[in-house]
C-alpha cells in the first residue's frame, strides 16, 4: 500500500485507537487483515459445542501464538444482528442472550438454533483475523437438563488431610454436589459426598499421600438436578505440607457514613455480621468503621461465628479513625507493641484517611505475619493524592516491618483498572513488589500473567457494588475492583472470592450489607 493509501490510514487508526482505549473498533478491509495479519495468525477452525437445554460450550482449534479470540453469536443464519464475547482461552460459555450481566438479557432457549463464529484479536482487542466458518448450534429439548455440566476443575493442596478443588460457576442462586472416593468409578458405598454453594470447596478428612478422584454437577437451592456430572478429575493429597490456611477479608463496612443515603446501620448490622460470620475470616481489614460501634460490631461477630474478634485499636482509642484491624484471638496472639497506624496525607481533600499496622503471630504454626488495613481517599479528582497515600502504606510498612515479615496489604484503596492517566495504586505497590491476586492490571480485562490466585470464586462481581439491587458485574474473568489484597511474594494465595449473596436472576438476597462486597483471600505463609 501506498504511504497516502486510505485504506491504510484506516488500518493505522484502528490499530491506534485501540491501543489509546477508544473501545471496540470496525474490523479494518479483509484486504488489509490479508496483508496486516493473515500472515501471523491463522483463522480459527475446529469450531465445536457441547450443549444443554439453556447454554451452549464452544471450543475450537487454538491458534498459534493467538492472544485472544473473539465469539460472534447470533439468532439469525446471516449474522446482520449479533453481540460479542472475548476470551483468551479456546473454550467459552454461552449461556444468555446478550452476555454482559447487566443486560439482564434471557437465557437461551431450548429446542433453538443459534449461530456462532470466532477470530482471533489482540489483548487490546484489534482485530487480527477475519471470522472462521459460521457454526449453527441447536440446543437440547426441554426435558434435557438446563445447565452444562462443570468443566475446568482444578485441585491444590491445602494440608495433609485436605486439598482445594474448583470447577467453572454455573452462574449465580445454584449449589453443587461432590462426590470423591479412592476409586475412579467413585461407586455408591464406596464414595463420599460433599456440597458448596461455590464454585470451590475443601474436602477434608483425606489420607496423606492417598489419590482421590472426583465429580461435581449442579443442583437447585431446593436440590434438583440441573446439570450431569462433570468428568471425573482427581488429586493427590501431599504427605508434608504443614503451612496452614489464613483467610483474610476486606470489608468497608460504610457504618455511619451510609446512615447519611439512608442505608441506616442499625438496619444493616445485622446483614454485615451474617454476611463476615458466613466467611469466618480469621483477619479482617476494616474501612469506615465508626469507633462508636466497634465494641458493639465485635460482640455481634463473636457469637455468631463462635470466634473471638478484637482489633489491634481497641475500641476505646480513636486514632486511626475509621480504619480497624481485627483479628480471631484464638487463632493469632499479638505483642503489646506490634501494632500502630499513619495518619495518610489529606490534602486538599477534606478528608482525613488512616493505615493501619500489626504483627500478628499465628498459634497454629508459630509463624509471624505483617498485616495492614488501608483506606485511601476516594474521588476521581483525587488521583494524585491517591498515588501520595499509596506510596505513604508502603513507606509505612517498611519502617515498621524490621523483621522482614510476610506482608498483607488489605483494604479500600478508591482506584480501578480504568482509572486515568492510570490506577496509581497497582503502579506504586506493584514496584514495590507486592503481588495482587487477581491480576487486575491497568486497563486489562483479562486476569494478568502476574495473578496468583489458585481457585477464584465470583471474581467477576465488582467490589464495590452503590447498593443497587443488582450487584456490578462484568462479562469477564475480573470485575473492577476498588478493594484489594496485596500480598509478598513468598505467601500463597490459594483461593480468592467476593462475597455476593445473589439469586438466579443476579439479584441481592435479603437487605444489602454494605456499599462494598467483601474480598476475601485464602493464604498460606512460606
Known amino acids: 500500500m501506498a504511504a497516502g493509501d486510505p485504506t491504510r490510514r484506516r488500518l493505522l487508526l484502528a490499530v491506534v485507537g485501540a491501543f489509546l482505549g477508544f473501545g471496540l473498533v470496525a474490523a479494518p478491509p479483509a484486504s488489509v487483515l490479508t496483508q496486516a495479519s493473515a500472515a501471523s495468525y491463522a483463522k480459527p477452525s475446529g469450531l465445536g459445542a457441547t450443549v444443554s437445554a439453556h447454554a451452549v460450550g464452544l471450543h475450537w482449534k487454538a491458534v498459534k501464538n493467538a492472544p485472544a479470540y473473539r465469539v460472534q453469536f447470533s439468532t439469525r443464519s446471516d449474522m446482520k444482528t449479533f453481540t460479542t464475547k472475548d476470551v483468551v482461552g479456546t473454550y467459552l460459555e454461552w449461556t444468555n442472550l446478550d452476555p454482559s450481566p447487566s443486560a439482564k438479557s434471557a437465557r437461551l432457549k431450548a429446542s433453538t438454533t443459534y449461530y456462532f463464529r470466532v477470530k482471533v484479536i489482540s489483548l487490546t482487542k484489534a482485530n487480527l483475523t477475519s471470522y472462521g466458518t459460521k457454526l449453527k448450534v441447536k440446543t437440547a429439548s426441554a426435558k434435557s437438563m438446563p445447565e452444562l455440566a462443570p468443566v475446568s476443575l482444578k485441585s491444590s493442596v491445602q494440608s495433609t488431610t485436605s486439598s482445594y478443588i474448583s470447577w467453572s460457576s454455573r452462574g449465580p442462586g445454584v449449589q453443587y454436589r461432590i462426590r470423591y472416593g479412592a476409586t475412579s468409578k467413585l461407586e455408591l458405598g464406596k464414595s463420599k459426598l460433599a456440597s458448596s454453594t461455590d464454585s470451590a470447596t475443601v474436602l477434608k478428612g483425606l489420607v496423606a499421600g492417598r489419590k482421590y478422584y472426583y465429580k461435581v454437577r449442579v443442583l437447585s437451592t431446593t436440590g434438583s438436578y440441573l446439570s450431569n456430572y462433570s468428568k471425573t478429575s482427581s488429586l493427590t493429597v501431599s504427605k508434608t505440607y504443614t503451612s496452614p490456611a489464613?483467610?483474610?477479608?476486606?470489608?468497608?463496612?460504610?457504618?455511619?457514613?451510609?446512615?447519611?443515603?439512608?442505608?441506616?446501620?442499625?438496619?444493616?448490622?445485622?446483614?454485615?455480621?451474617?454476611?463476615?460470620?458466613?466467611?469466618?475470616?480469621?483477619?479482617?481489614?476494616?474501612?469506615?468503621?465508626?469507633?462508636?460501634?466497634?465494641?458493639?460490631?465485635?460482640?455481634?461477630?463473636?457469637?455468631?461465628?463462635?470466634?473471638?474478634?478484637?482489633?489491634?485499636?481497641?475500641?476505646?482509642?480513636?486514632?486511626?479513625?475509621?480504619?480497624?484491624?481485627?483479628?480471631?484471638?484464638?487463632?493469632?496472639?499479638?505483642?503489646?507493641?506490634?501494632?500502630?497506624?499513619?495518619?495518610?496525607?489529606?490534602?486538599?481533600?477534606?478528608?482525613?484517611?488512616?493505615?493501619?499496622?500489626?504483627?500478628?503471630?499465628?498459634?497454629?504454626?508459630?509463624?509471624?505475619?505483617?498485616?495492614?488495613?488501608?483506606?485511601?481517599?476516594?474521588?476521581?479528582?483525587?488521583?494524585?493524592?491517591?498515588?501520595?497515600?499509596?506510596?505513604?502504606?508502603?513507606?509505612?510498612?517498611?519502617?515498621?516491618?524490621?523483621?522482614?515479615?510476610?506482608?498483607?496489604?488489605?483494604?479500600?484503596?478508591?482506584?480501578?483498572?480504568?482509572?486515568?492517566?492510570?490506577?496509581?495504586?497497582?503502579?506504586?505497590?506493584?514496584?514495590?513488589?507486592?503481588?495482587?491476586?487477581?491480576?487486575?492490571?491497568?486497563?486489562?480485562?483479562?486476569?494478568?500473567?502476574?495473578?496468583?490466585?489458585?481457585?477464584?470464586?465470583?471474581?467477576?462481581?465488582?467490589?464495590?457494588?452503590?447498593?443497587?439491587?443488582?450487584?456490578?458485574?462484568?462479562?469477564?474473568?475480573?470485575?473492577?475492583?476498588?478493594?484489594?489484597?496485596?500480598?509478598?511474594?513468598?505467601?500463597?494465595?490459594?483461593?480468592?472470592?467476593?462475597?455476593?449473596?445473589?439469586?438466579?436472576?443476579?439479584?441481592?438476597?435479603?437487605?444489602?450489607?454494605?456499599?462494598?462486597?467483601?474480598?476475601?483471600?485464602?493464604?498460606?505463609?512460606?
Not at 455511619?256 to 455480621?273: F, G, M, N, Y
Not at 481517599?377 to 505513604?392: F, I, M, N
Open 246 to 526: 489464613i483467610k483474610v477479608a476486606t470489608y468497608n463496612v460504610c457504618s455511619v457514613a451510609c446512615d447519611a443515603t439512608s442505608h441506616l446501620w442499625s438496619e444493616r448490622k445485622p446483614a454485615v455480621i451474617a454476611n463476615v460470620a458466613a466467611q469466618s475470616p480469621d483477619i479482617i481489614a476494616l474501612q469506615e468503621m465508626d469507633r462508636s460501634l466497634l465494641a458493639d460490631l465485635l460482640d455481634g461477630l463473636n457469637t455468631a461465628s463462635g470466634r473471638a474478634y478484637m482489633t489491634t485499636d481497641p475500641p476505646s482509642r480513636g486514632g486511626s479513625g475509621t480504619t480497624k484491624l481485627a483479628y480471631d484471638t484464638k487463632r493469632f496472639d499479638m505483642a503489646s507493641s506490634d501494632h500502630g497506624f499513619v495518619a495518610l496525607t489529606a490534602g486538599d481533600s477534606g478528608t482525613q484517611k488512616w493505615a493501619v499496622w500489626a504483627i500478628l503471630r499465628d498459634v497454629v504454626s508459630g509463624k509471624k505475619l505483617f498485616v495492614v488495613s488501608a483506606h485511601l481517599v476516594a474521588g476521581g479528582e483525587w488521583q494524585e493524592l491517591r498515588k501520595v497515600q499509596t506510596g505513604e502504606v508502603a513507606d509505612m510498612v517498611k519502617a515498621e516491618n524490621t523483621e522482614n515479615l510476610p506482608v498483607i496489604i488489605a483494604g479500600d484503596f478508591n482506584s480501578g483498572r480504568d482509572y486515568q492517566p492510570s490506577n496509581y495504586v497497582y503502579d506504586v505497590l506493584t514496584a514495590a513488589g507486592y503481588r495482587e491476586p487477581l491480576g487486575n492490571a491497568n486497563n486489562s480485562w483479562t486476569p494478568a500473567r502476574t495473578a496468583t490466585a489458585e481457585h477464584r470464586v465470583n471474581l467477576d462481581y465488582n467490589t464495590y457494588n452503590n447498593f443497587d439491587a443488582y450487584p456490578r458485574r462484568s462479562k469477564y474473568d475480573n470485575g473492577s475492583d476498588i478493594d484489594y489484597i496485596w500480598h509478598s511474594p513468598k505467601i500463597r494465595v490459594a483461593l480468592s472470592a467476593i462475597a455476593v449473596d445473589v439469586d438466579t436472576t443476579g439479584k441481592f438476597v435479603g437487605l444489602i450489607p454494605s456499599d462494598h462486597n467483601m474480598l476475601t483471600a485464602t493464604v498460606h505463609l512460606p
